[in-house]
């Protein structure tokens, strides 16, 4: 059965870091494309950012560029995404996706609150 859990959100300060993973199970990583989404109360879902399956290739939306990091480890089936200095609009419910598409799998989400 696919699975993604997202992890590594929390509370953290204007101008803080946080490190979200995405774990996956039942299938084979190796082969998918993940992207990065969010959701912010009253907001339409916004995709933050995307990396192909070998990693060669990463995508970020305008918001976040700079501040930012999409990596992954295939052999430890996680795709992380480091965010530095961050701003309170980056508030929101943080989703891995396979294929980096709305119609691909997601994981369950993980809250992300920037707040003084």
């Known amino acids: 059965q696919l699975q993604l859990v997202e992890s590594g959100g929390g509370l953290v300060q204007p101008g803080g870091s946080l490190r979200l993973s995405c774990a996956a199970s039942g299938f084979n990583l190796d082969y998918y494309g993940i992207g990065w989404f969010r959701q912010a109360p009253g907001k339409e879902r916004e995709g933050v950012s995307c990396i192909s399956s070998s990693g060669d290739s990463t995508k970020y939306a305008d918001s976040v560029k700079g501040r930012f990091t999409i990596s992954r480890d295939n052999a430890k089936k996680t795709v992380y995404l480091q965010m530095n200095s961050l701003r309170p609009e980056d508030t929101g419910v943080y989703y891995c996706?396979?294929?980096?598409?709305?119609?691909?799998?997601w994981g369950q989400g993980t809250q992300v609150t920037v707040s003084s």
């Open positions: 996706v396979t294929d980096c598409d709305p119609l691909g799998n």
